[in-house]
C-alpha cells in the first residue's frame, strides 16, 4: 500500500499527516477524494440541507484587511434591510421549506442594532410557528447579547476563526482591541456556553498563509469539537489593504483545489458535523458548490437578499448571482444538486448529528 493510502487508514491524522495530505498531486488527490466521499455516504447519507442566507445588513464597525464591507470602504452604500423585508425573505424561505435561514451582517455591538435582531428574531418565530430555525452570523457579541438572541430563538451562530495562527490573524487584521484573536476565540466559547450549535471555519489561500497553517485550522476545529463548519477560498477585493499583495497569492484554481481538499479531509476527521459548500467556491468555479458536495459537504446557502442590495454586499469580488432573484436562483441550485447526485432535506430542520450527541439526544 503506498503512503497515502496508509496515511488515511489511520485512526486519526497528525499534523505531519495533514501537511502531507494537503500537498498532494492530483492524482493522489484522489484518494482522499474517494474516502470523502465514502464516509459522506456512511454517516451522512445524500441529503444536502437548504440555509436561506439573509444579508442584512452591510453596515460595519470593524475594519478586517480582507473584506469588502470594512468600515474604512467608502465605495458602497451602506443599507439595513427593513423589517417587512427580512420577514418576506423569512416566509420565502418558509413557505419553500428550506427550514432555516441564515441572517448575516457586518459587525455592529450598539444598543439599537441588539434590539432590532431581538426584536426579527421574535417575528420570525411568531410567523412560522417556531418551525423556521434561525442561524446568525452577526460577528463578536457579549455572553448578554447571545443569550438575548438565544432566547429570543436562534438556534445556531456562525463565527469563522478567519485563521487559527495567531500571528498570521495579526497581520490580516489591524492590530487593536477590537480585532483581537483572542477575543474572538472567547466569543465563539460563549457561544458554546450559551448553548448554540456552533459554527467556525476559516479563509484558505490568504496571503502569508501556509500549508502548516491549514493543517493548524484542521487540528483547530477537531479540539474545539465544532457543530458545523463554512470555508473557502480568499478572493482578493480591490478596496481593502490586503489587495497589495494579490501577486503573492495560489493561483485562483489552487485555491479552490486547496478549500476542496480541506473539505474533504474534514469530512474524514469530523464525521457527522455540518460542512457548508460556500458562495466562495461558486465564484471561482461555476460548479464550486457542487463539487464541495461531492467531496463531503452537506450545507448549501441559497442567496435570499433582495437583488437590489447585492451590489454592497461585496465581501470580495466578483461574487455571483448578483442579478438573480430568490426564486430563478433555487431553481438553479435544485437543478445543481440533482447534478451532483444529492437530494433536499426539505422541511427538516437538519441539524449537525455531532450536536444532538454532543447534547445526548
Ligand atoms: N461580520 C461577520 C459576518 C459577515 S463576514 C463576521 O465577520 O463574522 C462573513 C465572512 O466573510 C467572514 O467571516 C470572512 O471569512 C468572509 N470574508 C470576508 N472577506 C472575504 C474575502 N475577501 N474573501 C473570502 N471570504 C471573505
Ligand atoms: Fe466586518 Fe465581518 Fe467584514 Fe470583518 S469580515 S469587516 S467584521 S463584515
Known sequence: MDEIDDILNKESFSKEDLVRLLSTNEEESRKIYEKSKAVKAEQIGRKVYFRGLIEYSNYCSKNCLYCGIRAGNSRYIRYQMPDEEVLEAAKYAYDNKFASIVIQSGERNDR???DSIEKLLKEIHRMSDGKLHVTLSLGEQTEKTYQRWFT??????L??????NPVLYSKLHPNDKHHDYYER???LRRLRKVGYQVGTGVMIGLPFQTIPDLADDLIFFRDFDIDMAGMGPYIEHQDTPLYQFR???LPLHDRFLLSLKMVALLRIMMKDINIAATTAMQTIDPQG??????VGANVI?????PVKYRQNYLLYENKPCLDENAEEC???LEARIAMAGDEIGYGEWGDSRHYKKRMGS
Open 247 to 249: 501577486n503573492e497569492l
Open 152 to 157: 429570543a430563538g436562534a438556534h445556531r451562530y
Open 330 to 332: 433555487n431553481s438553479c
Open 301 to 305: 446557502m441559497p442567496n435570499l437578499t
Open 159 to 164: 463565527l469563522r476563526i478567519e485563521v487559527s
Open 185 to 187: 476565540l472567547e466569543a
Open 112 to 114: 439599537k442594532f441588539i
Open 289 to 294: 458548490r457542487e463539487k464541495a458536495l461531492l
